[in-house]
């Protein structure tokens, strides 16, 4: 069956829609509120939780995983809410900035005491928007709808605090307990949309568009309608780079985000200056100091590859000129795998994956790889199911990705061409997307 961008990229498209729908209006809140990484803060937590579920032997993404991640995200907005001090010393994002901290440490510590459950919570953090279900996407919406409703009919209050607290302290308003709520309703969209679009992306539709409205006009709708029109156009721009270049598509979202905001303030860094040369002057000075920079990078990047290269070139010599290669050459099965267990170096794993003529051993290779270094070893898999023309093989190797990614690929060894290289793409993607 061939496939269409439709196909692929829609229901990413429908995703982003309304995470752009309700970032932006909450990202208003936040820049006033000047509590800029409070997302990122609700995100650790909401992730916090479902780490302490996975202790319990509740997978990520049931409906037992969300419920510890809203609770511990109901937890985090208790206390933001009670951090919120009228003639405060110490500013509420540094209060935010411990708690994020506070929250990471906790969750590495519980990963460590779950065996194999690092690679499940990376999964939460990190999101996959491009395999997003038409099933979630529906459920995000209600949700998203439900908390927008709650905000517009108490609008008058979120809209005080934010913009004007000392009016609100003085009209005897209860800050912490509406704050509590701002936060609960935060939080409840926080937990949706991490899980989907992972931490980078939900904190550029926050902010970029709030930034951006905000440096064009101070009225609100007004900055509503920007954020929205900015969310719709960098969206489908975005996405349709991803997919034409082949690229991530939460990554190149962001990255062209962050280029879009670039250009408006350039745009009216120039619009407002009131000596037009000079400011032309500064941004050519700008773009050439850019320039320069990115030049010594590169300069720099590829004298440390060369080096690298003649390091690695050593190591992987010095493996072949170990009895270790003579002896696995004679090694299949059991005793091969047996024998792999006592080799933790991925030079030497890949020196015997790249030397060896058997389809089967190299798999073999490969499966050892994946537990000194899973990303490296789906690559040793992925190289292997391209140039293996063995459909038994082809088949054990697909299984194993599909268990290690806990996606399935649609991979058949038995399908068409056009298909598998689909399938391939597919794979290749979600490792530049996990890098």
């Known amino acids: 069956m061939n496939l269409s961008i439709w196909d692929i990229m829609g229901p990413a498209f429908f995703e982003c829609l309304i995470l752009v729908g309700i970032h932006s209006y909450l990202g208003l809140h936040v820049i006033r509120r000047k509590v800029i990484f409070v997302d990122l803060a609700l995100a650790q937590i909401a992730a916090l939780g479902t780490t302490v579920g996975f202790l319990f032997g509740i997978m990520p993404g049931t409906q037992g995983a969300y419920w510890f991640s809203l609770t511990f995200a109901i937890i985090g907005a208790a206390v933001f809410s009670v951090s919120r001090i009228r003639h405060e010393k110490i500013p509420q994002e540094a209060v935010i900035g411990l708690v994020y901290a506070i929250a990471a440490a906790v969750a590495i510590l519980v990963i460590d005491k779950a065996p194999h459950g690092a690679e499940h919570i990376k999964e939460l953090l990190t999101g996959s928007i491009l395999w997003v279900k038409w099933g979630t996407i529906e459920t995000a919406a209600i949700v998203y709808a439900l908390v927008g409703v709650f905000h517009f009919i108490f609008r008058d209050k979120f809209i005080l605090i934010s913009e004007h607290p000392e009016k609100a302290y003085e009209q005897g308003l209860s800050i912490r307990f509406w704050d509590f709520l701002f936060y609960v309703s935060f939080g409840i969209v926080i937990t949706h949309s991490v899980g989907t679009a992972g931490v980078l992306l939900v904190f550029v539709f926050l902010v970029v568009p709030a930034?951006?409205?905000?440096?064009?006009?101070?009225?609100?709708?007004?900055?509503?309608?920007?954020?929205?029109?900015?969310?719709?156009?960098?969206?489908?721009?975005?996405?349709?780079?991803?997919?034409?270049?082949?690229?991530?598509?939460?990554?190149?979202?962001?990255?062209?985000?962050?280029?879009?905001?670039?250009?408006?303030?350039?745009?009216?860094?120039?619009?407002?200056?009131?000596?037009?040369?000079?400011a032309f002057?500064?941004?050519?000075?700008?773009?050439?100091?850019?320039?320069?920079?990115?030049?010594?990078?590169?300069?720099?990047?590829?004298?440390?590859?060369?080096?690298?290269?003649?390091?690695?070139?050593?190591?992987?010599?010095?493996?072949?000129?170990?009895?270790?290669?003579?002896?696995?050459?004679?090694?299949?099965?059991?005793?091969?795998?047996?024998?792999?267990?006592?080799?933790?170096?991925?030079d030497s794993l890949f020196g015997f994956f790249n030397t060896s003529n058997d389809k089967y051993q190299k798999f073999q290779i490969a499966q050892r790889l994946v537990n000194v270094n899973l990303k490296e070893g789906v690559k040793a898999m992925l190289s292997l199911l391209k140039d293996s023309s063995?459909?038994?093989?082809?088949?054990?190797?697909?299984?194993?990705?599909?268990?290690?990614?806990?996606?399935?690929?649609?991979?058949?060894?038995?399908?068409?061409?056009?298909?598998?290289l689909k399938a391939i793409k597919k794979i290749e993607r979600w490792l530049r997307t996990n890098e």
């Open 281 to 346: 002057v500064n941004v050519a000075i700008g773009i050439g100091v850019t320039l320069l920079v990115a030049f010594g990078i590169i300069v720099m990047g590829r004298a440390f590859k060369k080096s690298q290269l003649k390091n690695h070139t050593q190591k992987t010599e010095a493996v072949f000129n170990d009895t270790a290669f003579s002896k696995i050459k004679k090694l299949n099965g059991t005793d091969l795998q047996k024998y792999l267990a006592g080799f933790n170096n991925t």
């Open 211 to 278: 930034i951006t409205s905000m440096m064009i006009t101070d009225v609100l709708w007004k900055q509503l309608v920007i954020g929205w029109s900015m969310g719709l156009f960098v969206t489908v721009i975005g996405l349709y780079i991803s997919y034409v270049a082949d690229l991530p598509s939460g990554p190149t979202v962001v990255a062209f985000y962050g280029l879009v905001l670039t250009l408006v303030a350039v745009g009216l860094y120039l619009f407002k200056a009131q000596k037009k040369s000079k």
């Open 390 to 420: 063995l459909p038994f093989v082809n088949q054990e190797i697909a299984d194993e990705i599909k268990k290690l990614t806990h996606l399935s690929f649609s991979y058949d060894p038995l399908g068409s061409k056009e298909q598998n």
